[in-house]
Each structure stands twice: as C-alpha cells, then as structure tokens.
C-alpha cells in the first residue's frame, strides 16, 4: 500500500525529547509546511534554517515523536502516511467481520442464586483500545456444582439493559428462570478480530492465514476512496492506469475496483457460516 516518494536522510540522531532542528543531508529536496516521515512518527516542517537543518512540528497526525538513528531515511511528502496505512488496516479487519470472525468462548460468569440476568462478557480483544461486549452468542452451557462437563442451556436470550445499577446501559444474558448458584456459565460466541494499535502491532494468530492478503486489498481500497486522485495515477499494483489522463475521481474509481476484488476473494477466503441458533445482541 506505502507508495515510494522521494527520500533525503538525517545525518544526526535525534530522540523523541531532543527537540524541534532535525539536521538532514541536503534541505533543498524540502519546502515549509510540506509532510515527511521518518521511521513512522508524521513531521510537519515549519522553517528551513540552513542548508542542512530545518524546524519541525513533531508527532504530527496522530503519530507519536520517537527516537531516530542517524542514517534514517527521510520520506518527502508521502501520498499515504503510516497512521492513515493503520487506520486503513483497522477498517479492513472489521469489514471482514462476520465473514472473518474470531471464535470466543468465555467463563468469566459464576451463577448467583436467585439471578435471572448478568451482563454479556466482553470480548477478549480491544477495539482502537476499546472494549465491546460479545457481539454474537450462540450458546450458553452451564458446569454445575460437583459436575464434571459443560451442559447446553436453551433457555436464555439477549436483551438490552435497561435496568439500573451495574447492570444499567449493556447487553445481558437473560434466562427464563435462574440458574443454580455456583454454576460456571460458558459463553460461545463471535467478535470482530482486535484492531491494529500501532505501527509494530502484529495479526492476531488466530487469523485466517487464507484471509490474509485480503487485509491490504481493502485497505488499499479505502485509502484510495478518500478523495485524494493525484494518488491513483502512479500506482502499477493491481491497476497501472500511468498513461492515462489524470481527472477528478479517477482514485475513487480505482479504490472501488480494488474494493470489489476484495470481496470476491473475500468470499473465497470466508470461513465457515456462524450457527443458526444465532442470536444476536441488539
């Protein structure tokens, strides 16, 4: 997805606290307010001092100021910055959702007597560092006092809370009748898999190694739908449309090609339908 624009390097190491004059080899490949990135933090230049040094706005766009060796390349102006790359990323993975999901089976509930309702569990991931309740059960079992196995309950459903207290403003498990105290309840269900965090993040192991390279392809997609056209004409991946006449919403035209061969290969790449006994929070 990273596109390949012109690149300078620094010729001193600077740290996330050493300040604003980043030292570079030639600051005439550089003009003021233009973007640059080095080693993923996002740097606005705000003046050029010399013919080497220049003052910059650190951690721009969202990134975060860090340390850089000497020698670290430099891009200029780069069409797609790394926090956009991450957020692209982010909205490819819950896309895929339910068609790409990750397998959640939670214990976290211990029955109380006398309790028909107890709030959903959250899922085991966070969300761009929010966490969610499960948003897809399917079934409930109980291991009760003394027993040695997990035993499948029907008689429970989804609904919202619209009780007070800890229970106020989320998802609960309700049962017809209260289950005995001291049961410990096993949730199945499903959740989008977790987001990308940063730039080092890793996919989760339980990803679907078939699924994988569809995670670019949508991002590519998004990226090239967000309104910027100069970036559709010098990319030869899965469109080379170089000798074509630049115009208004040739990008978006692109990404929308991209976005549909995604989902043809996301349909090849789909695991397995959820349950039918489905049941999902509203």
Do not use: C
Request: net charge neutral; hydrophobic share 35%.
């Amino acid at each position: 997805m990273i596109d390949t624009p012109d690149y300078d390097t620094i010729t001193a190491a600077f740290t996330d606290t050493t300040g604003t004059t980043m030292t570079v080899a030639d600051t005439t490949a550089y003009n003021k307010r233009w973007v640059i990135e080095v080693d993923y933090e996002t740097m606005i230049i705000r003046s050029i001092t010399n013919a080497t040094t220049m003052v910059v706005s650190r951690g721009a766009y969202g990134s975060t100021a860090a340390t850089h060796a000497n020698g670290t390349r430099v891009l200029v102006r780069p069409a797609f910055l790394a926090q956009e790359i991450l957020e692209a990323l982010n909205q490819a993975v819950m896309e895929m959702y339910p068609r790409v999901y990750k397998p959640i089976n939670d214990t976290s509930i211990t029955t109380t007597d006398s309790t028909y309702e107890y709030a959903v569990p959250n899922a085991p991931d966070t969300y761009e560092g929010n966490s969610i309740q499960i948003p897809w059960v399917y079934k409930v079992e109980a291991k009760y006092a003394g027993d040695l196995t997990y035993r499948e309950l029907t008689r429970w459903g989804i609904e919202k809370g619209n009780i007070t207290g800890s229970l106020a403003n989320q998802k609960l498990l309700k049962f017809r009748s209260a289950e005995p105290g001291g049961a410990s309840l096993r949730v199945q269900g499903a959740a989008p898999f977790p987001t990308f965090t940063g730039t080092g993040s890793v996919i989760d192991p339980m990803f679907p190694p078939q699924a994988i390279p569809i995670l670019p392809m949508f991002a590519a997609a998004y990226l090239l739908m967000s309104g910027e056209s100069g970036r559709d004409r010098y990319d030869t991946g899965t469109t080379d449309r170089r000798e074509e006449a630049q115009r208004a919403g040739s990008s978006l035209q692109t990404g929308v090609q991209v976005w549909q061969r995604a989902q043809l290969a996301l349909d090849r790449a789909a695991l397995p339908p959820l349950p039918r006994k489905l049941k999902k929070i509203i």
